[in-house]
């Protein structure tokens, strides 16, 4: 079992930045391929940013791809989510995922663990 706590959200106005942070509570941390997703009010959750489990390889959705960063440390078991230029439609809740499987995914289908998500607010 592995829980993953995210943090880091918050209120941010268009143009600025936030880092969102996943720590993972397990020993094999760096056996897991990692993901954020995020939901918006009334939508479907969809993917943000995949890494995986060496950090050697990074999925991005075509939406953000010029604009956020994912990384990790799997020293400190946490995975990062550097979102620069945020905009109204980026509002959402967050959450980070954990997937066990060889292949580096998009399909949150495809994730075995989920933390609770954290907000972020892109005010116009």
């Known amino acids: 079992q592995v829980q993953l706590v995210e943090s880091g959200g918050g209120l941010v106005q268009a143009g600025g930045s936030l880092r969102l942070s996943c720590a993972a509570s397990?020993?094999?941390?760096?056996?897991?391929?990692m993901g954020w997703f995020r939901q918006a009010p009334g939508k479907e959750r969809e993917f943000v940013a995949a890494?995986?489990?060496?950090?050697?390889?990074?999925l991005y959705a075509d939406s953000v791809k010029e604009r956020i960063t994912i990384s990790r440390d799997n020293a400190k078991n946490t995975v990062y989510l550097q979102m620069n230029s945020l905009k109204p439609e980026d509002t959402a809740v967050y959450y980070c995922?954990?997937?066990?499987?060889?292949?580096?995914?998009?399909?949150?289908?495809?994730?075995?663990?989920w933390g609770q998500g954290t907000q972020v607010t892109v005010s116009a």
């Open positions: 890494i995986h489990w060496s950090g050697g390889r990074t």
């Open positions: 995922a954990a997937d066990r499987g060889v292949i580096l995914h998009m399909r949150s289908s495809e994730y075995d663990y």
């Open positions: 397990t020993g094999t941390f760096s056996n897991y391929h």
